[in-house]
């Protein structure tokens, strides 16, 4: 019954449905302003990195730009497809990216690195609300990418674009409106770029570029917030030299 149910634990519940009211309702938190320095909770020295790819941008991109905004050395080895599958066995889920610590091993899963660069770098706040926020947008764009990430591998041409249209009016809309709905500033956190703004800018120029055929280059322009956090995390001097490093 009811009755045998020690207090504490209602306390504790009354706790969490407190902190995850507040999820929605905060203000914008101030936070990534140490953008470039190491985060003053740490007292180690930032480890040799060695972020493996292929040579375009996809997922690893939105971690070489934390990378590059936070003025942090990695090495940014860029694997050749051919040359991936005679790796492939060596790496944890037998895909890439996966980021080699230097004392830490190799970490596989593209979210995962970069939180940690995020968190290297100070593009990653510390504080529960504004992390899971941050997360929450994250998440959303994977959502939103990962349905044409899976036509790449498609051989049928007439299939690949039928399955793009599809989503292109079916799948995306829903995502893009509620992503547009998250962002709170100039950038997707206020006023501090984050790693979700990177996230967001990586799948976005992907788009812009014509990467998925039959996919529009403007299919995101009717999202003003959004196409705004673009122009934003294009404007930031360290991805405007990594861009132009990279074109």
């Not at 992907?206 to 122009?231: C, H, M, Q, R």
């Amino acid at each position: 019954s009811l009755r045998s149910v020690p207090t504490p634990l209602f306390s504790t519940q009354r706790r969490v449905l407190s902190q995850t009211s507040r999820i929605h309702s905060s203000p914008p938190l101030k936070m990534c302003d140490h953008i470039g320095k190491k985060p003053k909770t740490s007292s180690e020295p930032i480890p040799k990195l060695k972020l493996t790819y292929f040579p375009v941008t996809g997922r690893a991109e939105p971690t070489r730009l934390a990378f590059a905004i936070g003025r942090i050395d990695f090495e940014d080895e860029r694997v050749p497809f051919p040359q991936f599958l005679e790796r492939k066995a060596s790496y944890p889920f037998g895909s890439v990216p996966v980021l080699e610590i230097d004392g830490g091993g190799v970490i596989s899963q593209s979210d995962a690195i970069l939180r940690y660069a995020g968190k290297l770098t100070g593009l990653y706040p510390s504080d529960p609300i504004a992390a899971i926020k941050v997360d929450e947008f994250c998440d959303g764009v994977e959502d939103l990418s990962s349905p044409l990430g899976a036509t790449l591998t498609e051989k049928d041409q007439e299939k690949k674009l039928a399955t793009r249209k599809d989503i292109v009016e079916n799948t995306m809309p829903r995502y893009f409106s509620g992503l547009e709905k998250l962002v709170r500033g100039k950038f997707v956190s206020g006023e501090q770029v984050s790693i979700a703004d990177l996230r967001w800018y990586a799948f976005a120029c992907s788009i812009k570029a014509g990467f998925y055929d039959g996919v529009p280059t403007n299919l995101f322009e009717p999202y003003p917030k959004l196409s705004a956090v673009v122009d934003a995390v294009d404007a930031i001097p360290q991805v405007q030299a990594w861009n132009a490093a990279h074109a």
